[in-house]
């Protein structure tokens, strides 16, 4: 099956410092989304990219698409203690009416006060 | 978003028991998943629905079985689990059709068997 080789595993930053994490993948997606999850809670929709090459704003967050498709990155500017939590990429290839996300492993960042 | 809602939060059941757990999505969706989240793996993708209909089932366990009675409402029908079976299961929902790779969790429910 699809893997997703998202990296760095974890980050331990000072507050106000940037972020920025990756997923990589042998195959080509047709879509990209960032995740968040806080300790006991299911993943919160981060950004959402829909074409090679795309670069999407939240906020303090940007995401883009790559241009080969097969790649991401999510960079966090100005980090604050609440941007604690686990990072996943997650893509997809369109195929059938429900769409099956692959995920990354995740990037556990701690921010240092 | 946080429309799709999951009870129970926890549930601590025995290998002889039988549970369900639920999910609800009041976003109009029409797709929903099942995942298991173990330590350290990435999330793994058990059943999808859409329409009502099971399109995926993910080599899955038969002590898994999952229900969706509509659109809305989407169960996961537990009995005779094994400890390795703990983990967090989320369930998600989309739309169909174009731009429908965005999936939303809910906040899932922790598992413990023991």
């Known amino acids: 099956g699809q893997q997703l080789n998202q990296s760095p595993q974890s980050m331990f930053i000072q507050e106000g410092e940037d972020v920025s994490m990756n997923c990589t993948s042998s195959?080509?997606?047709?879509?990209w989304l960032w995740y968040k999850q806080d300790p006991g809670e299911g993943p919160v929709l981060l950004i959402a990219?829909?074409?090679?090459?795309e670069l999407t704003s939240n906020g303090r967050l940007t995401a883009q698409f790559g241009i080969t498709r097969k790649d991401s990155f999510l960079n966090i500017s100005a980090s604050i203690p609440s941007d604690v939590g686990i990072y996943f990429c997650a893509g997809s290839v369109s195929s059938g009416s429900a769409r099956q996300l692959t995920f990354g492993s995740g990037t556990q960042l701690t921010v240092l006060p | 978003e946080t429309g799709v809602t999951q009870t129970p939060r926890h549930l601590v059941m025995g290998m002889t028991n039988k549970k369900s757990l639920k999910c609800e999505q009041h976003?109009?969706?029409?797709?929903m998943y099942w995942y298991k989240q173990s330590a350290k793996k990435p999330l793994e993708l058990m059943f999808v629905?859409?329409?009502?209909?099971?399109?995926e089932n993910n080599s899955v366990p038969s002590r898994f079985s999952p229900e969706c009675p509509n659109s809305s409402h989407l169960f996961l029908h537990l009995h005779t689990l094994q400890p390795e079976d703990s983990a967090l299961y989320l369930c998600?929902?989309?739309?169909?059709?174009?731009?429908?790779?965005?999936?939303?969790f809910g906040p899932g429910t922790r598992l413990t068997v023991l």
């Open positions: 976003l109009g969706h029409n797709a």
């Open positions: 998600a929902s989309s739309r169909t059709g174009p731009r429908t790779d965005t999936q939303y």
């Open positions: 629905y859409s329409l009502e209909e099971r399109v």
């Open positions: 990219l829909y074409k090679a090459g």
């Open positions: 195959s080509i997606f047709n879509t």
